[in-house]
């Protein structure tokens, strides 16, 4: 991945929901994963500038079920800019912290059913006592009708926050837990309504200077998404809400970052403040990898925390620009499944380069099942993806065989370029229910090939789909070119891209070598 000119975002691509600590030195993340399987990435750094993807904390297919995480097209509304929102169900808004030397983290799994409009919301604890290990308890959960719940150490007791259904008019409780068994130790309480924005959720509660400082996002997760802060002299409160409110927001600007929001803010060695928030590159309206994670400076004035407007360059308090750099990942961690995955029907070789399919019948559009496909977070706005299959078998032929390259958001939204081994045809496929789109375009060879390269290059305005069938140097021909807007909507996922197959008979397998994801 070549480097950002620029320190924003510290995380890339699909990471929204971003929660962060700093414990001996380090700085800790991690940010939601919805339908995508291993999930909650967490991101590990020094310095705020150099992150590196070392874990997951459902890493185990025992731990959860994502089966229900379908997404839902809504229909259009005035936060989301009169569009449709294609609204995904699974793992919501985490919140991390460190307590007694654990690991603790909070978060909702979405399960969502067909023809329901509202999710059911399964909220749970995980815990690990060593994040470098990366292995994370099995889920203890807890009794609450809401989602992005927040946690907090208080005294010898512990509390959670919460975003109560229903929706829109959500409302922060507030209730004291057992963290070993999920039991209620306390009534649930509404402690704050907000300020008047649509959907108060994300709340983080935290001690400081005699105040228990409450700080949530505001107005949906789109257009006129902000963070507002209240302030109490207890947890239950009443809360005082900031005089400067929203202390963060992109609502009403030209900037190019918008959308910011559903913040967290902590401190570094030296007591200055840091903020994480979700925010996306908007571009004539274009905003392909959807909601990442930014960066950006606070203060405390001794009674409330101002918070720097998110810019793609970040300045320390020292006024000093930080350095960008290149986001990595330990082996293996970030590559990405749907659903409750057949992780028997993938095999990696040669350091993951080469990877080797079983398909099923299970296309990209199943709402529950889980295809045969796997894939990395777009992290570039700027790349390509690049694979080949050179070992072709004559038992393809009767087996409606494809197998490919796929851009996925969701069952509703995703493109793809592809070989059909019934008709010798290399074809391109857009789909997005969303926004009423749905194309293809075949191109049918002479003879099936020794060996099929695809690619997909992409820029912020565009993605390029493109086939090879000469080994070696590839003459890419060029079949497609998806204009970015026809992915960009009023989400909550950003793309993945990988390699897919699938099939009506069991027991194939496709090699896909010189697999590169960007």
């Known amino acids: 991945m070549a480097p950002q000119t620029s320190l924003n975002p510290i995380i890339p691509g699909f990471a929204p929901d971003p929660s962060a600590i700093h414990v001996d030195g380090w700085f800790f993340l991690v940010t939601s994963s919805f339908h995508l399987f291993p999930g909650l990435p967490i991101y590990a750094s020094k310095d705020l500038c150099s992150w590196k993807h070392i874990g997951n904390a459902i890493h185990r297919q025992t731990q959860l079920s994502l089966l229900k995480s379908r997404t839902c097209l809504t229909p259009p509304s005035l936060d989301t800019g009169g569009r449709v929102l294609p609204a995904t169900g699974g793992l919501y808004a985490p919140t991390i912290r460190h307590h007694a030397d654990t690991f603790y983290l909070v978060c909702t799994n979405a399960l969502r059913n067909e023809g329901e409009s509202r999710a059911k919301k399964e909220n749970f604890i995980l815990s690990t006592k060593d994040i470098w290990k990366g292995e994370w308890s099995d889920p203890v959960y807890f009794e609450f009708e809401g989602i992005d719940p927040g946690i907090t150490f208080d005294d010898g007791k512990v509390y959670i926050q919460g975003s109560a259904s229903p929706g829109p008019a959500t409302r922060i409780n507030n209730f004291e837990i057992d963290i070993m068994t999920g039991k209620k130790l306390s009534e649930e309480r509404t402690i704050w309504t907000g300020t008047g924005g649509i959907y108060p959720e994300g709340p983080h509660v935290f001690k400081w200077n005699g105040w228990y400082y409450l700080i949530i996002a505001e107005g949906g997760t789109h257009l006129s998404h902000s963070v507002t802060a209240a302030r109490s002299r207890s947890i239950w409160g009443p809360y005082q809400p900031a005089p400067n409110n929203p202390i963060l927001t992109a609502y009403g600007t030209n900037e190019y970052i918008q959308h910011t929001g559903h913040c967290d803010i ?65 082996p293996g961690v970030d590559y990405l499944y749907i659903r409750d995955a057949l992780l028997d029907r993938y095999h990696f070789e040669q350091d993951n380069a080469a990877i080797t399919l079983t398909p099923t019948s299970i296309d990209l559009s199943a709402p529950e099942s889980s295809p045969t496909f796997v894939a990395k977070r777009q992290r570039a706005l700027e790349g390509r993806t690049t694979a080949t299959v050179s070992q072709f078998h004559d038992t393809w032929d009767s087996a409606k065989l494809k197998f490919g390259l796929a851009c996925y958001k969701d069952e509703h939204r995703y493109f793809r370029i592809y070989f059909d081994v019934a008709d010798s045809a290399v074809v391109f496929e857009i789909v997005n229910a969303a926004q009423s789109i749905a194309k293809t375009t075949r191109q049918v060879l002479d003879s099936v090939p020794e060996e099929l390269s695809f690619c997909i290059e992409y820029t912020e305005r565009e993605y390029r789909l493109l086939y090879a069938t000469v080994s070696g140097s590839p003459s890419w021909l060029s079949l497609a070119t998806v204009d970015t807007l026809e992915i960009t909507d009023p989400d909550f996922v950003g793309p993945i891209i990988g390699v897919f197959a699938v099939a009506d008979t069991d027991g194939l397998k496709v090699k896909f070598e010189g697999v590169h994801i960007n």
């Open 266 to 330: 902590f401190q570094d060695r030296d007591d200055q403040w840091w903020v994480v928030c979700l925010a996306v590159r908007k571009n004539e309206g274009r905003y392909p990898l959807s909601r990442e994670t930014f960066l950006t400076s606070a203060t405390y004035d001794g009674e409330w925390f101002q918070l720097e407007r998110v810019k793609s360059d970040v300045i320390n308090h020292s006024g000093v620009q930080l350095s960008s750099s290149v986001l990595k990942a330990a």
